[in-house]
């Protein structure tokens, strides 16, 4: 089994910047791609960003390219999210995700993905 645990969500004015981290236990991740996904209320859970196993790959959502970076370090068994110039439709709860290959591909999806974690709200007010 793998877990992933998520940490550095909060409250965050607009304009402001936020680091999320996402630590794998168990059967870890460090060959596996990992993604950032989001769920705002009442909308569906969509992807953020992903990252190969390696780091030389990311993949990121039009709506936050330039403002967001993925990163990872393999041997921590962690992945980063840095949030910059964050926005109020950037609200959501934030959930790390391992993935089921080591690449991405080129537009990753939530079926891409087979272990999640329970998620860190992120409310960025206006």
């Known amino acids: 089994q793998v877990q992933l645990v998520e940490s550095g969500g909060g409250l965050v004015q607009a304009g402001g910047s936020l680091k999320l981290s996402c630590a794998a236990s168990?059967?870890?991740?460090?060959?596996?791609?990992m993604g950032w996904f989001r769920q705002a209320p009442g909308k569906e859970r969509d992807i953020v960003a992903a990252?190969?196993?390696?780091?030389?790959?990311?993949y990121y959502v039009d709506s936050v390219k330039g403002r967001f970076t993925i990163s990872r370090d393999n041997a921590k068994n962690t992945v980063y999210l840095q949030m910059n110039s964050l926005k109020p439709e950037d609200t959501a709860v934030y959930y790390c995700?391992?993935?089921?290959?080591?690449?991405?591909?080129?537009?990753?999806?939530?079926?891409?993905?087979?272990?999640w974690g329970q998620g860190t709200q992120v409310t960025v007010s206006s």
């Open positions: 995700a391992r993935g089921t290959r080591r690449t991405i591909p080129t537009r990753p999806s939530r079926y891409d993905f087979n272990y």
């Open positions: 168990g059967r870890t991740g460090s060959t596996y791609a």
């Open positions: 990252i190969s196993w390696s780091g030389d790959t990311t």
